[in-house]
T-cell receptor
């Protein structure tokens, strides 16, 4: 399986609700990262997982949490949604192989709108 | 917070011209990467340059890195309308955590 697939592509939630975004990475990509991209801005790092363990976190509150599974899928969970959480959420994965180009493969993103 | 600045914020050129985008950053890095994004969708990895490299080429792309000035540039030669997109530089200072700039919006007119 190639590429990174994210679901859903679009989502509308109400303030205070909880949301789960999903990502399916390429086989063999043990590193997965999640980013938040507000309109007109560059992506901001939320957190990173390596072999199912969180190994890096950006400046996001604890209500942003994640999981990585052995089948190269992962989730981003956001509790108590706020209006400012409206953004494009991007999942990215990378291989450990030194033969790779070192870059991340990004999914097409989930557009979350909080109303 | 953003790592650095990209310059210019927007660039409009004619097909066939060259496009140059600049990126500055603040901290020491392991590598610097450039990505392209079409219409607010996923990012596509273009090229990675390591901190011990000064220049790298990939097809019509040329990237330079000056670690003493903490800056990088991306040159796209002989641009095409299909190159129209937003371009981001991203620094990797530790363990794959990428810190992105604000991006340069490139418009290539046919």
């Amino acid at each position: 399986e190639t590429g990174v697939t994210q679901s859903p592509t679009h989502l509308i939630k109400t303030r205070g609700q909880q949301v789960t975004l999903r990502c399916s990475s390429q086989s063999g990509h043990n590193t997965v990262s999640w980013y938040q991209q507000a309109l007109g801005q560059g992506p901001q790092f939320i957190f990173q997982y390596y072999r199912e363990e969180e190994n890096g976190r950006g400046n996001f509150p604890p209500r942003f949490s994640g999981l990585q599974f052995p089948n190269y899928s992962s989730e981003l969970n956001v509790n108590a949604l706020e209006l400012d959480d409206s953004a494009l959420y991007l999942c990215a994965s990378r291989s450990d192989s030194i033969l790779g180009n070192g870059g991340y493969t990004f999914g097409s993103g989930t557009r979350l709108t909080v109303v | 917070s953003q790592q650095g600045e990209e310059d210019p914020q927007a660039l409009s050129i004619q097909e066939g011209e060259n496009a140059t985008m600049n990126c500055s950053y603040k901290t020491s890095i392991n590598n610097l990467q450039w990505y392209r994004q079409n219409s607010g969708r996923g990012l596509v990895h273009l090229i990675l340059i390591r901190s011990n490299e000064r220049e790298k080429h990939s097809g019509r792309l040329r990237v330079t890195l000056d670690t003493s000035k903490k800056s990088s540039s991306l040159l796209i030669t002989a641009s095409r309308a299909a190159d129209t997109a937003s371009y981001f530089c991203a620094t990797d200072a530790w363990g794959g955590k990428l810190i992105f700039g604000q991006g340069t919006e490139l418009s290539v007119k046919p």
